[in-house]
């Protein structure tokens, strides 16, 4: 068992809050939505690389930053 193994569900948990946060402000984009969507999508998609990367998980912190 890895060191942040005992994390995983916590880390699936707030990563899946997130992702659905980050779909929701891409959605408000295409519909027009303007800065708040924006700023909501960024912010999850920075919180989902910083979350990932702690947790050792490379490749989806890279995917998150692009």
Request: hydrophobic fraction near 45%; charge should be negative.
């Given at each position: 068992?890895?060191?942040?193994?005992?994390?995983?569900?916590?880390?699936?948990?707030?990563?899946?809050?997130?992702?659905?946060?980050?779909?929701?402000?891409?959605?408000?984009?295409?519909?027009?939505?303007?800065?708040?969507?924006?700023d909501?999508?960024?912010?999850?998609?920075?919180?989902?690389k910083?979350?990932?990367?702690?947790?050792?998980?490379?490749t989806?912190?890279?995917?998150?930053?692009?």
């Amino acid at each position: 068992m890895g060191e942040f193994d005992r994390y995983l569900d916590l880390y699936l948990a707030e990563a899946q809050e997130h992702l659905a946060t980050l779909n929701q402000g891409l959605l408000e984009l295409e519909s027009g939505g303007g800065g708040e969507a924006l700023d909501a999508a960024f912010r999850a998609a920075h919180t989902v690389k910083g979350m990932a990367a702690m947790m050792g998980h490379d490749t989806v912190a890279a995917v998150a930053h692009r």
